[in-house]
């Protein structure tokens, strides 16, 4: 497997880069070794991993993964190919999800932590949560949602829930019962829960009455309400809301409980004391949950994942990439309500056996030295999080770390590329030059890694997330399907050439998308039921180095990722497009020191209508509203009209060139392109005068926004 190992020429590249290169993407670094101690103790050191996994090995390899999990019936076929692209892992094999992050554990390490959760008030003590705990909240709220709610195995349960314990107990409650749980980010509004819950045909919500961000106690139940009122848009009614509380006894929320239909979970809890609620043996086929994310269109994305091959996947991938062991006390500081925390807070560390831990609100409160005051007091030494994150603390507390007493041997980033200044920061600061760092590349739809160094065996490049992982093969093609080399320093659309257990189903309710979306642009045959004829197109763009190591340029489709979270244009396009004064919308991505990217809005007004503070400050509450504020607006820009093509469409690319002061290319083509020097002194006089101006580019940004909008 070449792209596994590093060749001679690549091992000396450091500082000479071919002009090719340096025209696309950011300079190439050296490598950087992970320490002796960290090799002598690491799950995976023998090179010969590798040969495991070859592709000559594929798809038996990942039989290594799925020994790591206890199975009721093992399975009969590995993978099965007979419907492409909706392949199947481990078909005859029966287990339960909860049953291995919970039960198989207590035997040997019944009253050790599973979950620490530390909330964000810092005078409110953490929580330690043991398996045997665990184990007796599981399968009371699996009694709850089976005996109250009266769900069973195939129903789909939405949770909107923020960074509480409740939340991984109501996950595994789920998994116990084979119920298809769809966790809907905490920060998103009720409308965006709303279409979710409509979307997968919820009949129960599970949620909470507030929780801590920022120093703020956030209502979080009136959500509920705004949520339930959206689904019953699209006709979906919902019998029951089960609301957690905060703090016991009291309730966080200005909005009443509606009679009948909300119950306080610690109101009906009693009845379940104790109550044991038997694992349901499930097909390894049968789907564990949904996780929905932005698209090109503006209809979310159910992604289902499965039972027996993810569960697999993120065990596998927690245990070598992660180099989990169950004494190691682990900190993904992601969010559950993404696919990070599903698969590496949840699913893999209890799968292993580990302590899992779980902070509640903001990493920066009340002050940058939080995380590392965490870190030492519960003795972290595992420690995950993404480049946003790494960015703010890093502005915001650069000499924090070094004040703390704690030691990391491993860290992990995720979510974005990562610029190798900050890269930097993260080894040196941080990890005291002590741990090592995996830049893992994936995606919600992959269930976990698919690009990382491996971590005792392959040196770290700072900017990019090393070759692909065990079983993995990627090929990066061009428009024309034309394979583009490593070593080319040309970029083009990563792939990856084979299915792994951890690749989602299908989109819940959408499989012509599905197969549309990830598998048409690069499919040989569509009457092939030969896996190598169906390559997965990720989506992003990328380039390989001689060395086999891979970086991840960005999205090729309308998906802006603020902040590690992907927001589709359109979703944002209609959030604009409620308010009444508002006849179009259009959202490009602008760079951001912090966030990677944000949001700008453009947008033109019905006839006879002036610009106003007050439409732009309604663009801004409509998308808080339908979206939630992690989307929200950098800018509103309301100018006459949009530049156009002569069809009519309008043309997102050179308004991204003008928002951040790139290359408009041509215009000439346009119906009305003496619009676009109006729009250019407009918006970019504006961003001098507010101190907005960015930096230039870097070439590869300059391709980002050139490419922006052709999606469409
Ligand atoms: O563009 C890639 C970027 O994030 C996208 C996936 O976003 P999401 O589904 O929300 O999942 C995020 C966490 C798994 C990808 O298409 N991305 C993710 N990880 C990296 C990355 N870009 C560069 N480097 C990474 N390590």
Redesign the pocket.
């Given at each position: 497997m070449a792209e596994q190992h590093l060749t001679e020429s690549s091992a000396s590249d450091s500082g000479q880069v071919s002009e090719s290169q340096i025209a696309v993407h950011w300079r190439e670094e050296g490598y950087y070794f992970p320490s002796a101690r960290f090799i002598g103790q690491a799950n995976a050191s023998d090179p010969g991993i590798f040969d495991r996994f070859s592709e000559e090995r594929f798809p038996e390899c990942f039989k290594e993964y799925a020994d790591l999990l206890s199975w009721d019936a093992y399975w009969h076929t590995t993978l099965d190919t007979s419907n492409p692209p909706f392949w199947k892992w481990f078909v005859g094999g029966r287990l339960n999800a909860s049953y291995n992050c919970v039960d198989r554990h207590l035997e040997h390490s019944r009253n050790k932590a599973a979950i620490i959760w530390v909330p964000e008030p810092e005078e409110e003590s953490t929580q330690a949560i043991t398996y045997q705990e665990l184990y007796r909240r599981v399968n009371e709220f699996a009694a709850v949602l089976r005996d109250f709610c009266g769900l069973k195995t195939g129903d789909r349960v939405t949770f909107h829930m923020p960074m509480i314990p409740e939340l991984p107990v109501a996950m595994l409650a789920c998994a116990r019962l084979g119920v298809i749980h769809s966790e809907v980010f905490g920060g998103f509004s009720g409308a965006a829960c709303g279409d979710r819950i409509a979307d997968s045909g919820s009949r129960i919500l599970v949620t909470v009455d507030g929780y801590y961000r920022n120093g703020d106690l956030i209502d979080h139940k009136v959500k509920a309400d705004e949520a339930l009122e959206a689904a019953a848009k699209f006709g979906q009614e919902v019998d029951k809301v089960l609301v957690f509380k905060r703090h016991p006894g009291q309730y966080a929320s200005q909005t009443p409980m509606v009679e009948g239909r909300d119950f306080f979970v610690d109101d009906i809890i009693g009845d379940y004391r104790n109550k044991i609620v038997e694992p349901i043996s499930m097909p390894a086929e049968a789907p564990l949950f949904l996780m929905y994310?932005s698209g090109t269109t503006g209809r979310p994305k159910g992604c289902q994942h499965s039972t027996g091959g993810y569960l697999s996947y993120v065990t596998g991938t927690a245990k070598y990439y992660q180099d989990i062991h169950p004494e190691d006390t682990y900190w993904c500081a992601a969010d559950i309500g993404?696919?990070?925390g599903h698969s590496y807070i949840v699913y893999g560390p209890l799968s292993l056996g580990t302590t899992t831990v779980m902070y509640e609100g903001v990493p920066t409160y009340p002050d940058p030295g939080r995380p590392w005051r965490i870190a030492e007091r519960l003795g972290v030494n595992i420690f995950h999080t993404a480049p946003t994150t790494i960015r703010m603390l890093r502005k915001l507390g650069p000499d924090e770390p070094a004040k703390y007493n704690y030691h990391f041997k491993h860290m992990t980033?995720?979510?974005?590329?990562?610029e190798p200044e900050v890269w930097r920061w993260y080894h040196e600061a941080v990890g005291k030059g002590e741990a090592v760092i995996v830049?893992?590349?994936?995606?919600?739809?992959n269930g976990g890694f698919l690009g990382s160094t491996l971590p005792a065996v392959h040196p770290m490049k700072p900017g990019s997330?090393g070759p692909s992982v065990l079983g993995i093969f990627p090929v990066i093609y061009d428009e024309e399907r034309k394979e583009v080399p490593a070593g080319s320093g040309r970029a083009g659309n990563i792939c990856i050439r084979n299915p792994w257990p951890g690749i989602f189903q299908t989109i819940w309710g959408q499989p012509e998308r599905f197969v549309q979306t990830y598998y048409e642009k690069y499919c040989a045959d569509k009457d092939s039921k030969d896996w190598r004829d169906w390559p997965y197109l990720?989506?992003?763009g990328a380039l390989q180095a001689a060395d086999g190591y891979y970086r991840?340029l960005?999205?090729i489709d309308d998906v802006i990722?603020v902040a590690?979270?992907?927001l589709g244009t359109k979703e944002l396009e209609s959030a604009a497009l409620t308010v009444n004064e508002i006849s179009e919308a259009a959202a490009v991505p602008v760079i951001d020191e912090l966030r990677g990217r944000a949001v700008e809005m453009y947008v033109s007004l019905k006839p006879g209508l002036s610009p106003s503070e007050d439409i732009q400050q309604k663009v801004v509450e409509a998308i808080d509203r339908e979206i939630g504020k992690i989307a929200r607006p950098k800018s509103v820009w309301i100018v006459a009209d949009m530049p156009k093509t002569r069809s009519g469409k309008i043309m997102r690319r050179v308004i991204a060139g003008i928002s951040n002061f790139a290359d408009v290319g041509d215009v000439t083509t346009l119906a009305n392109p003496e619009i676009v020097e109006d729009i250019r002194h407009y918006v970019q006089s504006e961003k001098v005068q507010r101190g907005e101006e960015p930096r230039p580019l870097t070439p590869e940004e300059e391709e980002e926004i050139k490419a922006f909008g052709k999606a469409e």
């Open positions: 994310t993404w696919i990070t980033t995720v979510g974005e590329p990562i830049d893992t590349w994936w995606q919600t739809e997330c990720a989506g992003d991840i960005g999205r990722n590690g979270h992907r």
